[in-house]
């Protein structure tokens, strides 16, 4: 039987390590396994999407759509993306 793994260059690049005998096992491999597996539950917790009810213009809205259309995206996904570059300080809202 052979074994299958993903075939994709960072595991083929793994795979190769461990046969070489390149990789070595940390100190306290039970703390470092306890911490990645609470790391990896918070990714997931942060990545769930959740649904919100906005009013917004018809005029604005249709201009987001064509906005998005120019982009060939859902306006969706371009409400959100601005939320999140507002969010990480990459744009800035002045409000009156």
């Known amino acids: 039987m052979t ?3 993903l075939d994709d260059k960072q595991t083929r690049d793994f ?3 461990g046969e070489k005998g390149e990789l070595v ?3 306290n491999l039970q703390i470092m396994k306890s911490k990645l597996s609470q ?3 918070a990714m997931v ?3 769930k999407n959740k649904s919100v009810t906005i009013r917004i213009s018809e005029e604005e809205l249709y201009k987001l759509k064509v906005k ?3 982009k060939r995206i859902p306006y969706q996904t371009l409400l959100t ?3 999140h570059q507002y ?3 990459k744009i800035n809202v002045s409000v009156l």
């Open 45 to 47: 917790r942060a990545r």
């Open 87 to 89: 969010n990480d300080n």
């Open 3 to 5: 074994k299958k793994y």
């Open 25 to 27: 096992s940390v100190p």
């Open 81 to 83: 993306a601005l939320i």
């Open 39 to 41: 790391a990896a539950k």
């Open 15 to 17: 795979i190769r390590a």
């Open 68 to 70: 998005a259309n120019r």
